[in-house]
């Protein structure tokens, strides 16, 4: 079966950060685009980052640019989303997801994660 999970979130003061960690069972990351969402409470859920299959592709919402990184280690089958001077505003369910193209909108990526959940809060 092939599955993705996250993990790495938790309760972080705002200006503090977290990082998420993606990985996989059942199947190889490094054949997959991914992609990092999020999505809040009555909200929809939106992109924040991506990345393509090799790494040299990566892209952000304009929400996050500057403060979070996407990347990815193929050999340990992980994707990793570091998150600094987080903000109330990022406080979300984080999920990521694999597809075929590295992009932020969530088309086109066919398997997805349960999430973890970040919160942001003094």
């Known amino acids: 079966q092939l599955q993705l999970v996250e993990s790495g979130g938790g309760l972080v003061q705002p200006g503090g950060s977290l990082r998420l960690s993606c990985t996989a069972s059942g199947f190889t990351l490094d054949v997959y685009s991914i992609g990092w969402f999020r999505q809040a409470p009555g909200s929809e859920r939106e992109g924040v980052a991506c990345?393509?299959?090799?790494?040299?592709?990566?892209n952000y919402a304009g929400s996050v640019k500057g403060r979070f990184t996407i990347s990815r280690d193929n050999a340990k089958n992980t994707v990793t989303l570091e998150m600094n001077n987080l903000k109330p505003e990022d406080t979300a369910v984080y999920y990521c997801?694999?597809?075929?193209?590295?992009?932020?909108?969530?088309?086109?990526?066919?398997?997805w994660g349960q999430g973890t959940q970040v919160t942001v809060s003094s």
């Open positions: 997801a694999a597809g075929f193209i590295a992009t932020i909108y969530l088309a086109g990526y066919e398997h």
């Open positions: 990345i393509s299959r090799t790494g040299s592709i990566t």
